[in-house]
């Protein structure tokens, strides 16, 4: 028996030290925080494994999360110093301190300026000029989809380019009134996609100095649109009423059940409609609605960011270099139908996947609004604590909506809010 | 075979004597207690004693960032911002409105869901303390909403609430026109307050029946060969014998109450506008749901609402101790 025990201790002493010692070079491993509207978390990793089948001494965990944990609990671990390496995020110059610069990493800091050099400014502190802190790998305008069907159905005339959002209102209301659809006009519950419309009503939200300053003319002009259309129907209540504080609540569901005549939102939802409409119904992108001042939407959209928290600046900066090069991104935008803000890809053209025409035309039709936004929607999304500006609207007119107060008290309330959330944030040791 | 499974418990007994023979002979039999309530007081002082310290100083500091060391002291200032009001009766005369909000909806919440909750528990456990038919399935039945996640439990209220949902289905089926149930203040409200209660009566519900089957028997035989009506005995045996049950339940039922926010957040998000939003959605809200993380100000509604709950104990304590002595 005492040979075999020896050697029975002698293997597992051996498979233990094994262990424990593990492989001779073990893959450094990065985790990226990643959030999807559509496919997007698929395609990125499969485009990962490639890249780690290039680089077998990188290895990247993708940590798929709801998007409600990229704006809630993502800052709070940054905050704590305990964030990811990478992230997928929408706040681009909310977290801008928490960002690993990455021009002294980088092979060719000069392509990364001249392919995304009209957004790298959005992930920018104050008075940085020339970080690199990020790849705009989704480019995305708030804008408005409808039900055309029911328009045919309804034997409306779809508002031409130029129209109103009055004219658009009487159409949709006209569609709903004659086939009985519980929401004639939807727009997400968001204080980003109230920007635009406001906008084009001549809102500016900065003031000479370049401070934020909300409400003026333009502002009230569709804030009191906004109120009037819940009250006589055009807006459902469930959208902006049902919910408190800054919580964002869409109505993409409700359109592809074809409960919506005109929805507004934005370009993020197309690649989400070819899959759960696809051509039940045509949905179609149309036009900006127009006010006195311009017809615009809101740019926005996603980016990836390393943080300067990473361990491993280095290896981070090679899965960023990958993913930003023009065939990943080409790709990367042709799988998802997201448009790409790559301005060579963006010259180029992107050859969407998709056998829905309904799809190709929407993205074509947001490519046709990227020209036509207003500077003043581009200074609002460059705009650090553009969120705070938003929450603050879309909480006290949610309030306004469902008659807890006034349009006049939620016009004095808005500035208060954000001049104490400026403050907070201004405060240092 | 019994005894063979009682075995690792004996070693482990027989392992633990020595050395709390030894502690014993070191700080005498009289401090023993000590040392076995310490686990429970390291755990206890760890994750209760320790961050109350922490969320205080954070109520005292200002500013976004979350390590102490960078927060500067800004004294009682976030207690002034939350408390500073031209009406406290009219939430909009105050600077900080939403606390107030948060307040008030609360009362309303807590005083309706905690009358709801202990009357209707003390029904059900009169009910099924009875022999009826089925009444171990009937005893599950009112168990069992306590096993679900809030979470589930509001989703699936939702769904039922909803424009397109089985209640507005079943509401048209007979003719009447659909309610849009947590788009209307009061209606939010009120299902708000159904719904907490439904999911969390049977916990109150057993406890009750417990103690309601710790009545002796002979009380209400006497009571019955005597003649007395239901009424009065109910009055007079269950009640009087029930209070020291019906107190535990109250002060529960008033803290789990206070407290709320997962059930009432997932079924209506606070809203409509802030009509249910109560106090601990507000504190979640202010420290993490806006770009810039407040959580000075949101420590300090956390203390102000950890002193109502003192006072809320320490007046159960009160009334517990007062009815003791009789």
């Not at chain 1, 990125?44 to 993708?62: A, C, H, S």
């Not at chain 1, 500016?204 to 009191?224: C, Q, Y």
């Not at chain 2, 482990?12 to 030894?22: C, I, T």
């Not at chain 2, 979350?66 to 976030?78: C, H, N, S, T």
């Given at each position: ?310 361990k491993h600046p280095k290896e981070v900066a090679k899965v960023m270099e ?108 | ?109 807590v005083s309706f869901q905690v009358t709801a909750m202990v009357a209707l ?9 009875r022999r009826i038919a089925a009444r171990g399935f009937f005893r599950s ?186």
């Amino acid at each position: 028996m005492k040979p075999y025990w020896a050697i029975s201790m002698g293997a597992t002493t051996a498979l233990a030290l094994l262990a424990f010692a593990g492989p001779a070079s073990a893959a450094t491993e990065l985790r990226m925080m990643w959030y999807s509207d559509g496919n997007e978390g698929e395609v990125v990793r499969d485009l990962l494994d490639r890249f780690e089948k290039q680089n077998p001494d990188i290895k990247v965990v993708v940590d798929n999360v709801a998007y409600k944990a990229i704006l809630e609990s993502l800052p709070v671990q940054l905050a704590a110093g305990q964030g990811p390496d990478m992230a997928r995020i929408t706040d681009l110059g909310g977290l801008s301190k928490y960002y690993l610069d990455l021009t002294p990493h980088v092979a060719d800091p000069e392509y990364w300026r001249k392919s995304f050099g009209p957004y790298l400014d959005w992930y920018r502190k104050p008075g940085d000029t020339t970080g690199i802190y990020g790849i705009q790998n989704q480019l995305t305008l708030t804008g408005p989809f409808i039900n055309k069907t029911l328009f045919e159905q309804a034997g409306v005339a779809i508002p031409k380019e130029g129209a109103t959002w009055d004219e658009w209102a009487a159409a949709a209301n006209a569609v709903a009134k004659k086939l009985k659809i519980p929401f004639p006009i939807a727009i997400d519950r968001s204080g980003h996609r109230f920007a635009g419309p406001a906008i084009s009503m001549g809102a500016k939200f900065f003031n000479d100095k370049g401070e934020p300053a909300v409400v003026d003319e333009g502002f009230k002009a569709m804030a009191s649109r906004i109120k009037k259309w819940h009250d006589d129907g055009t807006m459902g209540k469930e959208l902006w009423g049902s919910v408190s504080g800054s919580a964002y609540k869409g109505a993409n569901e409700e359109f592809a059940n074809a409960q919506v005549v005109m929805y507004f939102s934005g370009s993020w939802q197309i690649s989400q409609f070819a899959k759960q409409i696809g051509d039940a119904f045509d949905w179609v992108a149309v036009p900006q609605p127009c006010g006195p001042a311009a017809c615009t939407g809101m740019p926005g959209g996603a980016g990836t960011v390393a943080f300067s928290s990473t361990k491993h600046p280095k290896e981070v900066a090679k899965v960023m270099e990958y993913l930003a090069s023009e065939p990943v991104i080409t790709e990367f935008s042709a799988r998802t139908l997201i448009l790409p803000a790559h301005v060579g890809v963006a010259k180029k053209g992107v050859d969407f996947k998709t056998d829905i025409k309904l799809a190709k035309d929407a993205l074509s039709a947001f490519t046709g609004h990227i020209g036509k936004l207003s500077p003043i929607a581009f200074k609002l999304q460059g705009y650090a604590y553009n969120r705070v500006l938003f929450n603050a609207i879309i909480s006290r007119l949610g309030q306004v909506v469902v008659g807890e107060m006034s349009l006049d008290d939620a016009y004095a309330r808005i500035p208060q809010d954000i001049e104490a959330q400026l403050a907070e944030q201004a405060r240092k040791k | 075979m019994e005894s063979l499974l009682q075995l690792p418990w004996a070693i482990a007994m027989r392992a633990l004597e020595y050395p709390m023979r030894g502690i014993q002979r070191l700080i005498g039999e009289r401090r023993m207690p000590y040392v076995f309530v310490l686990p429970n007081l390291l755990i206890f002082g760890t994750f209760v004693v320790v961050p109350l310290f922490i969320n205080f100083f954070y109520s005292v500091t200002g500013g976004t960032s979350l390590f102490p060391d960078q927060r500067p002291f800004v004294g009682a200032e976030q207690y002034g911002y939350l408390l500073d009001c031209e009406d406290y009766l009219k939430p909009f005369s105050c600077r900080e409105d939403q606390f107030w909000r948060g307040i008030y909806n609360t009362i309303t919440f807590v005083s309706f869901q905690v009358t709801a909750m202990v009357a209707l528990s003390l029904l059900t456990a009169i009910v099924l303390n009875r022999r009826i038919a089925a009444r171990g399935f009937f005893r599950s039945v009112f168990f069992y909403p306590v096993l679900l996640s809030p979470v589930v439990v509001a989703l699936v209220w939702k769904w039922i609430l909803q424009r397109e949902g089985v209640l507005n289905a079943f509401l048209t089926a007979l003719g009447g026109d659909g309610i849009v149930f947590l788009a209307e203040p009061q209606w939010a409200m009120f299902w708000a307050i159904f719904v907490s209660t439904w999911a969390h009566m049977g916990f109150y519900t057993l406890i009750l029946l417990a103690g309601l089957q710790s009545i002796p028997r002979d009380l209400y035989e006497a009571a019955e060969m005597d003649g007395t009506s239901h009424w009065r005995t109910f009055r007079r045996i269950t009640l009087p014998l029930l209070w020291p049950t019906m107190l535990v339940v109250l002060v529960l039922s008033l803290i789990k109450s206070v407290q709320t926010f997962d059930e009432v957040f997932v079924l209506t998000g606070g809203g409509p506008g802030t009509a249910t939003q109560l106090i601990v959605q507000y504190i979640y809200s202010t420290a993490f749901a806006t770009q810039v993380h407040n959580f000075g100000l949101a420590a300090a509604a956390a203390i102000v609402l950890g002193s109502v709950l003192l006072v809320l104990t320490l007046l159960q304590m009160r009334l517990g101790s007062g009815k003791d002595k009789d």
